[in-house]
């Protein structure tokens, strides 16, 4: 397989799933509401997924080699992120806390529940003193004709199952967003709050959903990870993706498809300097010193598309229907 | 039906509040007849309003009302798990060296457990200090981890491994470990201000770049085979001084603990009576404002970045030098973004850090020792962190309820007041209230 080939298959299996999480996020903070929880979101629904996948397979709900837990856990993940998401969600629209600050308990908080919770899980249910779920790593797919276009074929060679999942969501959340009245409701929230209170719309109950909608999408994001580069859940999941699903929504202007390009230029930007390291048959260090590409090319770029960037209006701002 | 439940309530609020102007600790009755109306309103309140209504107390009450329920909830959680909640407290306070332990391991007493607890204060109180200054400037520095990465291994590289002696090593430690922190939160100030790049992905992106970055030139030019960690820097260059013998016990003495308190309350002097602390707050709480009462906004958020950032430097010293002797390659430590919680938890302010530093780092310290007692995992330490960060989080939404309660009390009493006319005693109220519905 050719380095090109491997370049974009690996971007890919990053970007999409760094993808996923920054549309969440871009729901939240269209809504209004700062999300740094992300990384927290992602963490607790790929732990709650792991917990479902790992009982499958240890109480034999399913026949040994079928991939129902994987899937389904896909739910559960989803279900779970959006479970700790209504945390952020209470302290948030209904509480009144500092969104900044809500964001950084719940991530504290994740890390430290997921990781009591794995370990005395482990003890009292599996009886094994492990610290993680192990997992298998999802199959990957490959279309027979379409995988042999010349480069482009690589976007259909070796994709994990999910990958298809989040294009799916994709056209789904763009939709929501820029085509439904919900999606109008979500983005006046986050520019006009006033003016949606105006039109009779609940405001808080709109910035609930989207906050809601962060958490669903995060937790299916964190369990993509947990089912590639990890094939386990462990704390080790909390690798800090989250914050760079942030970092490439704020790129992307808080709109979905320039994330989208975000996302795919870091993947690509890391799967290349990784095989990069490897074609030049250098010392496994300096592999550090090729990760940091990456992180570097999105600063330089920043540095020259920041300038026209406007974050939503009232982002941060706790809606007060007496304020003018 | 409602109606009459209301008199009913507003005159036995009433009565109440003439009663309570007999008592001798508001004044006597007399006083208050003659003063009549302009007197401050007796408010009938709980003991729950009365304790957390006042606001010159709020910045106490309200942190140890949160600190209060998550412990009653860790309590509920432990007890459920079967394991005696007041003893795994206990065991805490042990492990981090406040109260006695029943058995010490020879050469160790409750004297080590202490000094190992000031030990990981001194980063921890640094580090959030850092938090708190970017804070007040209305910037979220979440990049504590990569500036303190950075100086603790430049500090290491200039003065660990050179064979400089501890008089110039210990002070040029801590200057180059300032310098190198100012240098990246002064870059990350200087991209917001140039290049109007977040600093929040900013300091995500040098956090990452620092962590790698310094881990290929750890593996390359200073790893130490056996522990595939850097190499131990000198004991000259290091800010604790380790196993030394006090009393017949080894204690690791914290140099810059004292230098954390002073720089502590330093802070809060700087942000409270200087000009430049005014201004790091008035941008804070409003830029706009600031800007148009002739502030530089832009040169102030840069000098908000870089004293943020020198704080994180000496936090950065104080655990690569300190706390430990040696650096993990391609790790950032936790203590950064658990310094964001210390922060918030000490109100983003500079004493506050203190309290809420001795909390984090006796949960933190104690966890190992308390584990081992209890066989309660350790990690339930970073729970109750986070429990208690979760109710503070809240405080704001305490505050404002309490401020809500308080201005319905004051209602009721106003409206009785109103209907029921100056003083009194009991039967002329209960007369003066059904006067007052027959309008």
């Known amino acids: 397989m050719s380095a090109v080939n491997t370049i974009i298959i690996d971007g890919l299996a990053l970007a999409l799933p760094l993808l996923v999480i920054a549309i969440g996020g871009i729901f939240s903070e269209r809504s209004g509401i700062i999300n740094l929880a992300l990384e927290g979101l992602l963490g607790f629904g790929a732990f709650c997924g792991a917990l479902f996948a790992y009982s499958c397979v240890a109480f034999h709900w399913f026949a040994p080699d079928s991939l129902a837990p994987m899937y389904l856990s896909f739910i559960v993940a989803a279900a779970g992120g959006a479970l700790f998401a209504v945390i952020h969600a209470m302290l948030c629209v209904k509480f009144r806390a500092n969104q900044v600050i809500s964001g950084v308990v719940i991530n504290i908080l994740s890390v430290a529940m997921t990781g009591f919770l794995t370990s005395q899980i482990n003890k009292t249910v599996f009886s094994g003193p492990s610290s993680r779920f192990d997992l298998m790593t999802a199959p990957r797919l490959t279309v027979p004709v379409l995988s042999k276009i010349p480069v482009l074929g690589a976007v259909f060679t070796r994709f994990y199952p999910f990958e298809v999942l989040i294009l799916i969501l994709l056209v789904v959340f763009w939709f929501i967003l820029y085509r439904t009245r919900f999606g109008i409701h979500v983005r006046a929230a986050g520019d006009n709050p006033q003016a949606l209170d105006a039109a009779g719309i609940e405001v808080s109950r709109v910035r609930f959903v989207a906050v809601l909608i962060s958490g669903a999408l995060a937790g299916i994001g964190g369990m993509c990870f947990a089912y590639s580069i990890f094939s386990y859940f462990s704390g080790a999941i909390y690798l800090g993706y989250g914050y760079l699903a942030i970092a490439a929504l704020i790129f992307g202007n808080w709109k979905i498809m320039p994330t989208f390009a975000a996302c795919l230029l870091f993947g690509f930007a890391q799967s290349g300097a990784s095989q990069l390291v490897l074609l030049l048959k250098v010392n496994s260090s300096v592999g550090d010193l090729a990760m940091i590409v990456p992180y570097a090319l999105t600063l330089i770029l920043l540095a020259f598309f920041s300038k026209h960037n406007r974050a939503p209006r009232s982002l941060g701002e706790i809606y007060d229907k007496s304020k003018r | ?439």
């Open chain 2, 1 to 439: 039906m409602s109606e009459q439940k209301r008199r009913n309530t507003s005159s036995v609020i009433l009565r109440e509040v003439a009663e309570s102007s007999l008592d001798p600790a508001t004044g006597t009755q007399d006083d208050r007849e003659e003063t009549g109306q302009s007197e401050p309103l007796q408010i009938q309140m709980n003991w729950f309003l009365r304790a957390f209504s006042n606001e010159r107390w709020q910045f106490i009450s309200i942190p140890l009302l949160s600190i209060l329920v998550s412990l009653i909830a860790i309590s509920i959680m432990l007890g459920i798990m079967g394991s005696n909640p007041f003893n795994v407290f206990i065991t805490f306070l042990q492990g981090a060296g406040w109260i006695m332990r029943p058995v010490y391991a020879g050469g160790y007493g409750q004297l080590s457990d202490l000094s190992n607890t000031l030990t990981a204060f001194t980063p921890m109180l640094f580090a959030a200090l850092a938090v708190t200054i970017a804070f007040r400037g209305g910037l979220f520095n979440i990049g504590i981890s990569g500036q303190m990465l950075i100086s603790g291994f430049l500090a290491s590289v200039i003065v660990g491994y050179s064979g400089l002696s501890a008089f110039v090593a210990k002070p040029l430690v801590l200057l180059i470990g300032m310098a190198a922190g100012a240098a990246v939160g002064g870059l990350i100030g200087f991209l917001k201000y140039r290049f109007n790049i977040n600093e929040v992905v900013a300091s995500i992106m040098l956090n990452y770049i620092l962590q790698y970055a310094v881990s290929y030139f750890i593996k390359i030019h200073f790893l130490d085979q056996i522990s595939r960690q850097s190499r131990v820097v000198s004991q000259a260059s290091m800010l604790v001084l380790s196993d030394t013998k006090v009393g017949g016990v080894y204690v690791s003495i914290p140099l810059c603990f004292i230098l954390a308190l002073l720089v502590a309350v330093a802070l809060q002097f700087f942000l409270k009576k200087t000009r430049l602390g005014y201004e790091i707050k008035a941008v804070g709480a409003n830029r706009r404002a600031a800007q148009y009462s002739g502030i530089r906004v832009r040169r102030t958020i840069l000098v908000t970045m870089m004293l943020s950032g020198a704080l994180a430097g000496l936090a950065g010293v104080s655990y690569y030098l300190g706390y430990f002797n040696s650096i993990e390659p391609g790790a950032l430590t936790s203590l950064g973004f658990d310094s964001i919680a210390t922060a918030l938890l000490g109100n983003a302010h500079p004493l506050g850090a203190i309290a809420s530093s001795f909390l984090i780092t006796t949960l933190d310290t104690g966890g190992t020792y308390m584990q081992s007692m209890m066989g309660v995992r350790q990690e339930i330490a970073q729970l109750v962190t986070g429990m208690i960060l979760l109710f503070s989080a809240c405080s704001a939404f305490f505050r404002w309820r309490i401020a809500l309660s308080r201005q319905k009390a004051e209602m009721r009493a106003r409206e009785a007041a109103a209907s029921g006319g100056p003083g009194g005693c009991g039967p002329e109220v209960e007369v003066s209230v059904q006067g007052g519905d027959v309008q």
